[in-house]
């Protein structure tokens, strides 16, 4: 699908100052499962709190139909700051609307994007913000994102204004929003691109314990936002649970604003699903490991010439997968991808969380402090990751 970015008329940003990326989203179909039902849709406010990671006195919300198959209509939209967590309650006092181009709705083409004009709204760090929109009628293809692990509220009307919405229908999911700027002098942002362990997998809704939280923690102060940009099942090479990361990589790392580093951490389903229906071939084991390391150099390219570091992260061991089953020629497959990650001169640095997860005893398996299901890190895990990322590797921006 082609892709496509219409800008706000208004998008100028005082001399010396730029727009950042403060949170961002990776857009996909959602599944049956993970969709809104259609009739949710039309004339229906749909309220979606996002936590920003750094703040700014003007901020601009990126809207997305990038998966519909026909023009998207929103008749409203609003942002105001959450009164509180689990909730659709807003500071009325924060309330805001969005404008794109002057006037109150948008119409977004099928396959694009469309960025707000930009709001006076003074946010700060670790600000949740709920962004409000008021449907007509139903996407043709919903695009969204299926992994929040935040709560979104749905109720019939146009309620975007309203600082509560009782009887709302809940929904653990985001729709058509992708990002959120803010104007900074100085700050830059970190996108973190992975998969089901970026996104978050087993943490809880509004509860902010996924890795990258945890890193946003510690880089307080150090004016760098982190944009998690996960997809639950994401491969390096073939469509799954979303594009995959080459096809994505322009929409959900390149097209953010101020970008400074990025992350990667894909692979683990690439080496999973080769071998988890039947065995594969030496040459498929071969041929695979030398399809993802070519992807990877495409990625650092794209990202070179666009300024952006990127910093490789070693996959994870998941031996005790029960949905993989690993045997020992998809471990020599991982520890082939590693030891490229790992090797001097071919990313701009490098996170070695198979290093930090695994046990020492048993290093093809996750340490069991730190082991979900043997594949995914539970909460310890995570905060073991987010704690293992050298702060050093962004302190040049």
């Keep these: 699908m082609a892709f496509v970015l219409a800008l706000p008329a208004h998008a100028e940003t005082p001399k010396g100052l730029k727009w950042v990326g403060s949170w961002a989203s990776a857009q996909m179909a959602p599944d049956a499962k993970s969709s809104l039902a259609a009739e949710d849709y039309p004339n229906a406010t749909l309220r979606q709190v996002v936590r920003l990671s750094i703040g700014g006195d003007r901020i601009r919300v990126r809207l997305s139909n990038a998966f519909g198959t026909q023009p998207l209509t929103i008749k409203a939209a609003r942002v105001a700051v959450s009164a ?10 924060t309330d805001r609307a969005l404008t794109f181009s002057g006037r109150g709705e948008v119409t977004i083409s099928a396959g694009a994007d469309y960025w707000s004009d930009p709001v006076a709204l003074k946010v700060m760090p670790l600000t949740s913000l709920a962004i409000s929109l008021h449907y ?3 996407p043709s293809v919903q695009t969204g994102h299926p992994g929040s692990r935040a709560t979104s509220y749905i109720l019939a009307g146009d309620h975007t204004a309203d600082a509560d919405l009782p009887g709302a229908k809940t929904a653990d999911r985001w729709f058509q929003i992708s990002s959120v700027d803010v104007v900074s002098a100085k700050a830059g942002a970190i996108v973190a691109f992975g998969d089901s362990i970026t996104d978050g997998y087993g943490v809880q809704p509004n509860t902010n314990l996924r890795w990258t939280d945890g890193l946003l923690e510690r880089l307080k102060g150090k004016n760098l936002g982190i944009l998690n940009l996960g997809i639950g099942g994401n491969r390096v090479l073939l469509d799954g649970l979303g594009p995959n990361a080459l096809a994505r990589f322009e929409r959900d790392v390149l097209s953010q604003a101020g970008v400074s580093h ?12 080769l071998t988890r229906d039947a065995p594969a071939t030496p040459e498929a084991h071969k041929a695979l490991v030398e399809q993802v390391v070519a992807a990877y150099r495409q990625m650092i390219e794209r990202a070179h010439a666009r300024g952006i570091k990127v910093i490789g992260a070693t996959i994870l061991p998941y031996s005790g997968s029960a949905y993989y089953h690993p045997g020992p020629e998809s471990e020599a497959d991982r520890q082939a991808i590693n030891a490229f990650i790992r090797g001097p001169g071919n990313f701009d640095g490098v ?7 695994r ?3 048993r290093p093809t398996y996750l340490l069991k402090a730190y082991d979900n299901d043997g594949l995914h890190p539970n909460m310890a895990g995570y905060k073991a990751m987010a704690d293992a990322v050298p702060l050093s590797l962004f302190e040049s921006q």
């Design 84 to 93: 509180a967590l689990n909730s659709a309650r807003i500071d009325p006092a």
């Design 136 to 138: 007509p009628a139903a």
């Design 262 to 273: 990025v992350i990667l951490l894909e692979g683990v389903n690439d080496l999973g699903v």
């Design 351 to 357: 996170i070695d969380w198979d290093k930090a997860l």
């Design 359 to 361: 046990d020492p005893a």
